[in-house]
Each structure stands twice: as C-alpha cells, then as structure tokens.
T-cell receptor, first 115, second 113 residues
Framework: AQSVAQPEDQVNVAEGNPLTVKCTYS??????LFWYVQYPNRGLQFLLK??????LVKGSYGFEAEFNKSQTSFHLKKPSALVSDSALYFC?????????????FGTGTRLLVSP | SQTIHQWPATLVQPVGSPLSLECTVEGTSNPNLYWYRQAAGRGLQLLFYSVGIGQISSEVPQNLSASRPQDRQFILSSKKLLLSDSGFYLC????????????FGQGTRLTVV
C-alpha cells in the first residue's frame, strides 16, 4: 500500500528566504507525486506533480519540487517566500502501476511566513 | 471546463440523525471520484473512491457509506451520526487517465452535536 510522510508539522520562514517542505513516500510501483495547498476552510488547490521525466518540476505560484528516487523524497521548494504563501501544504502519492485510482495524502505541513 | 460542486458548505446535525452529502462534477465523463475527511484541520483520510457507477471502494470501516447513482454524482451517507463523524469532508475528482491530478470541491464542515 502506498503512503506519504510529512515529517514537519510546521515550517517557519521569514519572507524573502527560501523555503522547503519535506515529503517522503512509499509505493510498490512507479510513484505519481503531487503537492497541494489548502487555505482555511477551503478545498485543496493543485500546485504541481511528478509523473516521469525531469526530476525538478515547476508549478504554480513559483513553487517547485525535486523528485529523488534513491531517497524516495519529493520536497517542495520556493526560492523566496511570501507572507501569502502561509497555508497548509499536502503531499500525495498514487501508485502508477497497480492502484492508480487511489490517491493517498500526507498529514500536512503548516507553512508560516513571517514579514 | 470542468467544475465540481459540493454541498452544503456547513452542516450541524444531532447525534443519531442521518446524513447525506452530495458531490457532482460537470464537464467530464467517467471521472474517478473520492471522498476524504479532514479532522482538526490536518491530515486527509481517504474514505471512499469510485471508478464508475455503482463501484465503490471503502478504505476505512466506519459509520459512513458512499454511493454513485450516476456517472458524475457521488453521495456520502450515514444512517446515524456519531460525535466522531464531525470534520471537514472533501470531495474530489480526476479524469480516468494515468497522469492526471485530482481537483477538489470546497468542502463541507460537519458538526455533530
């Protein structure tokens, strides 16, 4: 069964500094990986995905993520954080081989960007 | 373009009462559909997913059930609500092809009192 771990409950960063939100995954087949953001009392918004190809994927709002197969990681990054980036971030995985319908999320990481 | 509708946005129900939350998708055919629950503003727990009419996969044994009576309609139900059923319920869909992401509705905040 696939699973996702987000080891940090919260990440604090000052505006203008780079940010990283960590994610590791476990699947038996090829991983399809996703990042979503959630603002209070709202649904999840898609940021970016890795399916295959280049290990560095770029997404919405200046975010990017790096796929590392040997470390089974898919960390979310942004070169310069904004206060408006403060939100709850979720990593998700789907098994590209066997159970490709099932999408499993991590527990979420709260990002707090201070002015 | 495709859209997902989820209602109601908020709901307060007494313990022991029934529940019916509805989710519909427009502008697509044969979507994969999902119900998630988010407790205390954190992790998302996959409750049910469906790849077609009448096809429901249950992830967690619990007080809830799901049905898909039409291709783009997904319903979450309970016969008797428990206090522990309180939470934020999210419906999502994605096209039935491998490389696609899921799209979420705006959620229903359920409070069982």
């Amino acid at each position: 069964a696939q699973s996702v771990a987000q080891p940090e409950d919260q990440v604090n960063v000052a505006e203008g500094n780079p940010l990283t939100v960590k994610c590791t995954y476990s699947v038996s087949g090829n991983p399809y990986l996703f990042w979503y953001v959630q603002y209070p009392n709202r649904g999840l918004q898609f940021l970016l995905k890795y399916i295959t190809g280049d290990n560095l994927v770029k997404g919405s709002y200046g975010f990017e993520a790096e796929f590392n197969k040997s470390q089974t990681s898919f960390h979310l990054k942004k070169p310069s954080a904004l206060v408006s980036d403060s939100a709850l971030y979720f990593c998700a995985v789907r098994d590209g081989n066997t159970g490709f319908q099932k999408l499993v999320f991590g527990t979420g990481t709260r990002l707090l960007v201070s002015p | 373009s495709q859209t997902i509708h989820q209602w109601p946005a908020t709901l307060v129900q007494p313990v022991g009462s029934p529940l019916s939350l509805e989710c519909t998708v427009e502008g697509t055919s044969n979507p994969n559909l999902y119900w998630y629950r988010q407790a205390a503003g954190r992790g998302l727990q996959l409750l049910f997913y469906s790849v077609g009419i009448g096809q429901i996969s249950s992830e967690v044994p619990q007080n809830l059930s799901a049905s898909r009576p039409q291709d783009r309609q997904f319903i979450l139900s309970s016969k008797k609500l428990l206090l522990s059923d309180s939470g934020f319920y999210l419906c999502a869909w994605r096209p039935p092809v491998r490389n696609t992401e899921a799209f979420f509705g705006q959620g229903t905040r359920l409070t069982v009192v």
